[in-house]
């Protein structure tokens, strides 16, 4: 091979190195991010103008409270509906404009800094832990589900089990030899996770609130 091809060879863009025959795809994920931080950020908007309204006035009746089951209003004045001492909504209004900002380069061919995916990874991880806490609260203490609320528990979902399989995949995480097998399932079955978690869910919600679903047949 002449001296130029060698140079050819060594400017060319490595590809890189999956852990699995089933990658996520940049513009796959950048999508997912994209549609799933609009929808995110969009019920976290409309749960912050609700809990405005409610404050301004106690009599007011969220939209989305329809019956003692579905009511945002039982949720919104709980103090778990402000954990660090304003509307968690806020933080939905935050995350969700990062998350569809990075779903946009990520469709426009941007290639994305490690520490930015690892700090996304992070945030996003953060929010899996905060929303398994929320629906536990949800389901067993304040007896009482926001719809609003349920939009956002499905779109952290995907972005979590997506994010975390990327991660695995492009070792943005390192992973021992010892549970590479693992880390591969996690990213040739992301799909299967992301449906096993909202059976998961549905399950608790309708063992949580049987009582009233049975008394409505």
Partial sequence: MTQVGHERDAAAPRRPEHLSALPVTPRARGLLMTVGGLVGLVAAF????????LALD???????????????????VTEQARVFGFPNPLIGIAAFTVTTTLGVLLLSRVALPRW?????????????????WLISQSLWSIRALCPY???????VVPLFW????????????????????????VVDYRLLLVLLTYVAVAAAVG???WAYWSSLL
């Fill in 149 to 155: 609320c349920v939009v956002v528990w499905a779109v």
């Fill in 46 to 53: 409309t749960l912050t103008v609700e809990r405005i309204r």
């Fill in 58 to 76: 106690p009599s007011y009746v969220p939209s989305c409270s329809f019956n003692p089951v579905l009511s945002c209003g039982s949720v919104m």
């Fill in 207 to 209: 063992q949580a609130f």
């Fill in 116 to 132: 930015v995916e690892r700090g996304h990874l992070l945030g996003v991880s953060l929010g899996a832990v905060f929303v398994v």
């Fill in 162 to 185: 997506t994010s975390l399989a990327d991660a695995l995949d492009r070792s943005l995480l390192p992973v021992p030899a010892a549970l590479r097998p693992l880390a591969r399932a």
